[in-house]
């Protein structure tokens, strides 16, 4: 848990200019084992307007302050040929990684929406996606990530699944090729 006294908000609250279902941006700056920590999260479109949402999460990525690892996870929407397409393109060359693929990619923490599984709605086939991700700029001394847990693979007692992760960091400093 982080203490209030440890916790910055910066720009709270920001809204896409051109959001059709009311979605914003909210970032909080807070310490983390003593080091610098950027997180954002953000809910993007479920229409094409997500990867213009996208471009903004990474100008606010690639603003924040060297020192700070910054780390961006939410709802994306994004589909893997988009991530192919922008992220790869755009996203690292600000020393953005995604989280997933920067542990190993593992099978197992690899669809957050498996219909499959997960029988939260009536789809008549199965559907296998990763619309929850999270990506990544590490700051050049600090923390870093070792590991990350797919959770909510059981049904809650109201019948229904939930998918979060699970996250494990170290004081382990980070090494500059």
């Not at 989280?99 to 929406?113: P, R």
Request: proline share 2%.
């Amino acid at each position: 848990l982080l203490r209030k006294d440890r916790v910055q908000f910066l720009q709270s609250n920001m809204k896409y200019p051109t959001t059709e279902m009311g979605r914003n941006l909210l970032i909080a700056h807070v310490s983390f084992l003593v080091h610098p920590l950027c997180i954002i999260t953000s809910h993007l479109e479920s229409s094409q307007g997500r990867l213009n949402q996208l471009r903004k999460v990474w100008k606010q990525i690639k603003e924040a302050p060297e020192d700070h690892t910054v780390i961006f996870g939410g709802d994306t929407n994004l589909r893997d040929w988009e991530v192919v397409h922008d992220t790869k393109a755009r996203g690292l060359s600000y020393g953005i990684s995604e989280v997933w693929e920067m542990l190993g990619e593992l099978e197992e923490s690899k669809y957050i929406w498996d219909t499959s599984i997960n029988d939260n709605k009536e789809i008549p086939h199965s559907i296998h996606l990763r619309f929850d991700r999270l990506f990544l700029r590490a700051a050049a001394e600090g923390a870093k990530l070792e590991s990350m847990t797919l959770i909510g693979l059981e049904k809650l007692k109201c019948d229904y699944f939930i998918s979060n992760y699970k996250f494990e960091a170290s004081e382990e400093q980070r090494v500059n090729d």
